[in-house]
């Protein structure tokens, strides 16, 4: 197999395990995926996966730490697509993706999620004004937890 072609299939496989990833419920401890004969391995860590985050077992109901405060309900937010770091820079001492006070489109960078060495870009999901940072930066985050809350604004998807 020439270099060129072993390094296509690598990254082929590095964005399918990252997607199954970012799919699956729970930390995942293990993911073992080859091509020939096709198989795929998934360990978790709790012999269990957890439930994803705001969808308890049924009959649970959702709970949150006291160090985890709930946004306000009606205010949207932009939420970690996996689990990992949370980052508000694109690298150490460089300026923050975004601050409150900020406008932010849909689609915009507003951070990064470190996941298995690779770095997720998080981006907003609608328009809107950043009024709280709600991770701070370079700390463990969980899937589906907000990290910014936005008050949304007409006309700031422009």
């Known amino acids: 197999m020439a270099d060129g072609e072993a390094e296509q299939l690598l990254d082929g496989l590095r964005r399918q395990a990252h997607r199954l990833v970012a799919d699956l419920a729970g930390p995942v401890r293990r993911v073992r995926l080859r091509?020939?004969?096709?198989?795929?391995e998934v360990e978790w860590h709790d012999p269990v996966p957890a439930p994803r985050a705001g969808h308890?077992?049924?009959g649970e109901p959702v709970t949150?730490?006291?160090?985890?405060?709930?946004p306000a309900a009606d205010r949207p937010t932009v939420r970690s697509p996996v689990v990992g770091t949370f980052y508000r820079a694109p690298e150490p001492g460089a300026a923050p993706f975004v601050a409150?006070?900020?406008?932010?489109?849909?689609?915009?960078?507003?951070?990064?999620?470190?996941?298995m060495k690779l770095m997720n870009e998080v981006t907003a999901g609608q328009a809107g004004r950043v009024v709280e940072v709600l991770v701070e930066d370079g700390?463990?985050?969980?899937?589906?937890?907000?990290?910014?809350?936005?008050?949304p604004v007409a006309g700031?998807?422009?």
Not at 35 to 40: R, T
Not at 64 to 70: F, G, I, K, L, V
Not at 139 to 151: F, G, M, N, R, S
């Open 64 to 70: 949150r730490a006291d160090s985890d405060p709930a």
């Open 100 to 115: 409150v006070g900020d406008l932010v489109r849909p689609g915009q960078v507003i951070g990064v999620v470190e996941a």
């Open 35 to 40: 091509s020939g004969d096709a198989a795929l």
């Open 139 to 151: 700390k463990p985050v969980e899937y589906d937890q907000p990290l910014i809350a936005l008050d």
């Open 156 to 158: 700031a998807d422009a």
């Open 56 to 58: 308890p077992p049924d």
